[in-house]
């Protein structure tokens, strides 16, 4: 099931995907996807009754310019991203492969739609992509093992973890400086649940300006998600909808000499296998703030 949400920021709605491929608006099911939908066994019931009642919901024009893709969730609780889960991005990046996976967490206001524009900070010259696959929590995880970590998995969907270089590195700890900015995490456009998705067979891709800069593949991250869920439920307890980024592939800005950072006016196009594509411009210094979500 390929799940969406719609509508002005703060005030999306729900959709779902159904099977003959048509989006529907889901609002009358009477729930938005956020942590007590995924508590309470959401997704199982969803899943009935979209299969009773998805075929006679609205249908949504995808391609209909007036139409805004939110994040696929509803803010949730916690954003924990993983650092240098690649050899290849560790390597460009002049860092070591890491024996235990690097954590750090990246605000949740950072969270935006798809295809809503990616704000430069103020005095920004280092803005960066990452391309990467996020895990989304279904059930409470707190100290699982790698072996029953997937059961605490709902799906899967797409994240663009924007990195201000210079703020994530140049000012002293920790990483979530340069990580944090609003617009900073665009999310989705679906969250597509676990049974559609065998997450270390994807292929990630980036493009800037019609350019290629990233292609990777999630067979060659260094710690899978079992081994990240259960890995990161030792430390903290994953709450359901609760979002883990699982680090980025090769081919970032900052590893190219002289490192292409994004200027305004730029476009960012990324896509995963199975988890649909997305778009971001770059929006201009002079540009005021998101909208409250
Ligand atoms: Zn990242």
Redesign the pocket.
């Known amino acids: 099931m390929k799940l969406f949400r719609w509508g002005a920021p703060g005030r999306e709605q729900p959709g779902v995907v159904i099977e003959d491929g048509s989006w529907r608006d889901v609002s009358r099911f009477g729930e938005d996807i956020d942590e007590r939908f995924f508590g309470s066994d959401g997704l199982d019931r969803l899943r009935a009754w979209v299969a009773k009642s998805g075929s006679a919901c609205p249908t949504i024009d995808p391609t209909s310019p007036s139409l805004r893709i939110g994040p696929p969730i509803v803010r949730p609780s916690k954003l924990v ?3 240098l889960n690649y050899r290849d991005h560790a390597a460009e990046a002049n860092l070591p492969i890491p024996t235990e996976p690097i954590l750090f967490l990246k605000a949740t206001t950072a969270i935006s739609g798809p295809y809503d524009a990616v704000q430069l900070p103020a005095g920004s010259r280092k803005l960066d992509w ?1 391309a ?1 696959l996020a895990v989304v929590i279904g059930r409470r995880a707190r100290d699982v093992s790698a072996a029953s970590a997937l059961d605490h998995v709902a799906g899967y969907c797409m994240h663009n ?1 924007y ?1 201000e270089r210079e703020l994530q590195l140049e000012h002293g700890g920790q990483w979530c400086k340069g990580k944090s900015h609003d617009t900073f995490s665009p999310l989705g456009p679906w969250l597509v649940t676990s049974d559609e998705v065998d997450p270390h067979r994807l292929e990630i891709c980036l493009s800037v300006n019609g350019r290629q800069m990233q292609r990777g593949s999630t067979a060659t991250m260094i710690f899978d998600v079992a081994a990240l869920v259960s890995y990161i439920s030792r430390f903290m307890t994953l709450l359901p909808g609760d979002v883990i ?1 699982t ?2 592939p090769a081919g970032v800005a900052l590893g190219r000499t002289p490192a292409p950072f994004l200027r305004p006016g730029d476009v960012v196009q990324l896509a995963i296998t199975g988890l649909g594509e997305a778009c971001q411009r770059v929006a201009p210094l002079e540009a005021p703030a998101g909208e409250e979500p």
Do not use: K, P
């Open positions: 991203c993983v650092g990452e990467e973890d990195s980024s680090g980025t």
